[in-house]
């Protein structure tokens, strides 16, 4: 007789049925600064504003949303200094270096340059103005 546990069988769950994060919220402090980084430095299509408390940004096949915490939730806005979160933004290897060119025209100062990383990715490391990390990346 061994110790040995039979493997469970994979388990079912309604959330199989999940292909995609199609919907993106990031909750604000600062609106105005928000969308003004948002809309104009990297230029993101509006595709519509709901509210003053809520705007939508369509990336591909996926939506961005920027909203106060209010909004959908009774959430505290996230304290100053601190990430909410990390955003990832796929373009081609060339696009990298475009896009740092870009971000440093517009006055947004760079994290790190584009950087060829031993995973396979070349990235590029920047903030919003809520201080929420954002990459670009190509994978080489």
């Given amino acids: 007789m061994t110790d040995e546990k039979t493997p469970e069988p994979a ?9 995609a994060i199609d919907y993106t919220v990031v909750f604000v402090r600062d ?10 430095v990297l230029a993101f299509p509006l595709s519509r504003e709901l509210s003053p408390n809520w705007i939508e940004y369509s990336i591909g096949s996926n939506t961005l949303a920027l909203a106060r915490p209010s909004r959908t939730a009774g959430d505290a806005p996230t304290p100053t200094g601190s990430a909410s979160l990390q955003l990832a933004f796929k373009v081609s290897a060339a696009e990298v270096d475009a896009c740092a060119d870009e971000l440093v025209r517009q006055g947004v100062a760079l994290l790190s340059p584009p950087t060829n990383q031993p995973f396979g990715h070349r990235t590029l490391f920047f903030r919003d103005p809520d201080g929420n990390l954002l990459e670009i990346y190509a994978e080489i």
């Fill in 11 to 19: 388990r079912q769950s309604p959330f199989n049925a999940i292909r």
């Fill in 31 to 40: 609106m105005a600064a928000m969308r003004r980084f948002y809309e104009d």
